[in-house]
């Protein structure tokens, strides 16, 4: 059965409210979805997902070391994850505080890991950004991204 | 039957060669392919299309105007273009010239229009980098993107 | 004398307004400043200002095409720009619209021209952005901007 | 008395022999220069150096977690490096391979602490990148970019 894995590193827990926001996304398209702490995911768990989606709280345009730390070492399997579905989103202090720069980080991790990424027409193209709390505009875009790869998901693994 | 359109910029050559190489990885995968320059690609064109590739000299780190340009007004059909497969190529004058923003900027305009978008986890992960023209490296990467794209067409067509 | 020169895209009016409010910081420093829709600016200019700002609307992630074909020709004095003071800003229509790679960009282009720039440590750090027409914290960062590449331009031509 | 810190990460050691040529490069300006593993850099020495250069190997397109990890404990010195000056360098296995956006990452860092940074309109703009050992057009870069950082912090402590 298709899984989605949701991993973020959190400090604050708005990130942590994103990770289950786009949870409920995915689980709203039938799919069975795992939200777990960066802290607790072993690399192990990527083969396993054929959805990622990942989030972290802007510190400082990037990706929390955290978060980079558990991606390099994901280079134990580096080609296993050709084709897998990825998404990425992030909480900021400011609008222009690097939460772009933090979301395309991380999704340039995924396209080095040959995985598949979509954006959006509507809203935050990349993915969604959380200012502090996320209010009802970041909310909606959580739960459009975990429905977009869920679905994206489904259609490659028919 | 699906479509695969490639748009590049070229002035002195290099780009059009790698637009053709492109080409020839789509046709490896048994799709039709239409090869354009930018100055004699209608918009319109992009809704025929399922699989778009576009390619650009890099200059000052970007797109060339003229590709800028189409991607500008292609907001006419903004939210149409959702769902359809994307990928880029560029080529440059230097290694570290800006050759990874300009793919990676027309990756966004793609992702801002909802296009789906893959790396490849060997050689260039975000897209095929020609310095000057193309050698057997650059040629290489340029069948692979064009190949890559098509068999997402294939998948997502079924 | 020292002199700042402004240069920007705009078709709502917003960024426009941007404009005038950077030169206004320009000024506060005591400054010359010279304010021009990119239609009317000569590459020329470039060769007589010390400081230059450029600002677009967000247009799928990027500079607007005609900001970009002005810095595709500023290329005929490539390599005289060196050691000049750069800034970026950009109006948009979503938080995360594409708007912090607009600026980024534009900040790649002037660093391929061997320019200088700066960020900020409070606010919009690679440069202000507005959410539509400029309210009051994007209105104190374009002032900001306007006074900090004054201040650099300054301090570098004593 | 003006003083630059270089900050590494390498594992293979060609980010490292790329620290030693940058450090020629600002000795070549008759400036006091420090190289240090970042394993063995506390966040205090930032407060010290005029000049801060950081190298990475390219990670998953970005800076590795131990340099990234340096740079999120940096916030304790929020706001207190403002006007300091920057710059970056990677080595990298592919041309293509995500060493533009790994000096990208770093330089968009060092703009979120109000640092100062300049491209160069020849070679790697946005500063060196070496494809496994520097050979000679990387070593020229690194020389080049230590050069440049020293020249700039003169310029500006005088």
């Known amino acids: 059965m298709a899984k989605v894995g949701i991993i973020y590193y959190s400090r604050d ?4 409210k994103m990770a289950h926001l786009v949870a409920e996304g995915v689980r709203g398209e039938g799919l069975e979805v795992v939200v777990k702490r960066v802290e607790d995911t072993n690399i192990d768990d990527l083969l396993k997902w054929e ?3 990942a989030g972290s709280p802007t510190y ?9 730390d558990f991606f390099d070492r ?8 050709e084709g897998k579905i990825g998404g990425a989103f992030t909480s900021s202090a400011n609008i222009g505080g690097g939460n772009e720069t933090t979301i395309l980080s991380i ?6 890991h040959g995985m598949i ?4 027409s509507r809203g935050d ?4 950004v959380s200012i502090e709390s996320p209010e009802e505009r970041a909310k909606k875009g959580c739960e459009e991204l975990g429905a977009r790869v869920a679905r994206l998901v489904k259609r490659l693994s028919e």
């Not at 994901?74 to 994850?81: M, P």
């Not at 999704?107 to 080095?112: D, G, P, S, T, V």
């Open 13 to 16: 827990g708005n990130t942590r």
């Open 51 to 53: 959805g990622i989606i």
């Open 60 to 68: 400082y345009g990037g990706p929390a070391a955290p978060l980079k």
């Open 74 to 81: 994901s280079v134990k399997y580096h080609g296993q994850l």
């Open 107 to 112: 999704l340039q991790m995924m396209l080095i």
């Open 117 to 120: 990424i979509r954006g959006t």
């Open 125 to 128: 193209h990349y993915g969604p």
